[in-house]
């Protein structure tokens, strides 16, 4: 065998290996994402609130309205395979209100608003790699006002009310740090009795919410 042909020979046989780990290195998928991990983030969305008032010296009516919802969240997640298992609270500030008219005094409007609405969750979902898609449940607090605003100006006592949430949501990492999504909840805050009024007057308020809201997390 001449020397140079030789040369080539080993040359090829020292290169294969290289070239070997090369390719295998460039061909090997990357780790699977972990949803494990404390995370905080933002959140922005509309509401609907179904408010149903029951004069009890008249007949129910609804005082039914929407507005924005928005404020922030903080949770921690924790997979076992593609299962993730998770706690949640959040806080929100809310714009949402309702007129109508008051029971059947015609010419009158009274009013539900809404201060702020939060919640103490747990979440339990799958993942498929980056994405998660989750169900979600706990208690919830809000805040109401319940007043009329025309002819007369007269309110019931609102105030916090704690009550249950459960929903849907998914979310998905764009990075190992950032992911975003979209949770849809619904709330009851069941049945609370007002007395107020110029009269004074007793009411029976029935009150139930939907919201969906984008959220945006940074995990750590």
Not at 34 to 56: E, I, L, P, R
Not at 175 to 201: L, Q
């Amino acid at each position: 065998m001449r020397a140079s042909n030789f040369a080539v020979l080993a040359s090829l046989i020292f290169a294969t290996p290289a070239f070997a780990a090369d390719l295998a290195a460039q061909t090997t998928e990357p780790a699977p994402y972990s949803w494990t991990g404390f995370y905080v983030g933002a959140n922005v969305g509309g509401a609907w609130n179904d408010s149903k008032w029951t004069d009890f010296g008249g007949p129910e009516f609804n005082t039914n309205g929407n507005g924005v919802v928005y404020g922030g969240q903080i949770g921690y997640n924790y997979q076992i395979q593609q299962f993730v298992l998770g706690v949640e609270a959040d806080f929100d500030g809310s714009s949402v209100k309702g007129d109508n008219q008051c029971s059947t005094a015609i010419g009158s409007v009274c009013r539900t608003k809404q201060d702020w609405l939060a919640s103490v969750r747990g979440r339990a979902g799958y993942a498929f790699d980056r994405l998660l898609i989750y169900g979600t449940g706990g208690i919830a607090f809000t805040k109401y006002k319940f007043n009329q605003i025309t002819p007369l100006d007269q309110s019931w006592n609102g105030g916090s009310r704690t009550g249950w949430t459960a929903g849907l949501g998914a979310e998905y990492a764009f990075s190992d740090h950032i992911t975003a999504g979209v949770e849809w909840k619904y709330y009851d805050f069941g049945k609370k009795t007002g007395d107020g009024g110029i009269g004074p007057t007793s009411i029976r308020f029935n009150e139930t919410e939907n919201s969906v809201v984008a959220k945006v997390n940074y995990k750590f």
